[in-house]
């Protein structure tokens, strides 16, 4: 399925050296072309782009810290994204780690970072990209999504993928 989401609302731009810290990140682990900020179609996620695939992968947010910053900001939570491996078919990859946990699959801080990506040109406009995410925890997903520009404003966020049923119960 595919749906529409609301059109985003930016919010703050994040200082880079308090919100390393409070990621349990360095500066330098964060994409030097891109800023962290919070973005809202409906829940606000600070984006915040990293370096690399390498930074991704031994992302450990420490949720105390992170609620502390988070508390003090415009987002209610974190949404990490980097440009995907040239051969995983995505082209992006994001992970979304909150309450010590981590969500596989985050359809609603997808259409956050498709809106934040297409507003600072690292995605085109009206095109299509395929988020990857889940990978660290074995729960791979693929998200797909897209925004477009008009008359300078992010619209037409659409966020869509697929389920594949592992269980089933009743009460």
């Known amino acids: 399925g595919t749906m529409r989401q609301k ?8 200082d880079r050296a308090a919100l390393a ?5 360095s500066p330098d682990d964060l994409d030097p072309g891109l800023p962290a900020q919070t973005v809202s179609t409906g829940m606000a996620f600070c984006i ?23 508390e ?10 980097t440009r995907a491996s040239s051969g995983s078919g ?9 309450y010590n946990g981590e969500d596989p699959a985050t359809g609603s801080a997808s259409g956050c970072a498709i809106a934040y990506l297409v507003h600072h040109g690292a995605a085109a ?9 889940g990978i660290e925890i074995l729960r791979p997903s693929r998200i797909h999504a897209s925004a477009t520009i008009e008359s300078g404003e992010v619209t037409n966020v659409f966020v869509g993928g697929r389920t594949i049923p ?3 119960g009743r009460f």
């Not at 915040?48 to 031994?58: C, F, G, I, K, T």
């Not at 406009?125 to 995410?133: A, K």
Request: hydrophobic share 50%; aromatic share 8%; charged share 20%.
């Open 90 to 98: 995505a082209d992006w990859h994001a992970r979304m780690q909150f």
């Open 125 to 133: 406009s009206g095109r299509e990209v395929i988020i990857e995410q």
């Open 166 to 168: 592992v269980a089933c």
């Open 7 to 14: 059109d985003p609302v930016f919010g703050e731009v994040h």
């Open 21 to 25: 810290a409070a990621l349990n990140l």
């Open 48 to 70: 915040v782009p990293l370096r690399s695939l390498d930074v991704a992968a031994r992302l450990q947010i420490p949720q105390n810290t992170a609620r502390v910053y988070l």
């Open 72 to 81: 003090r900001s415009d987002a209610k939570f974190f949404h990490c994204i």
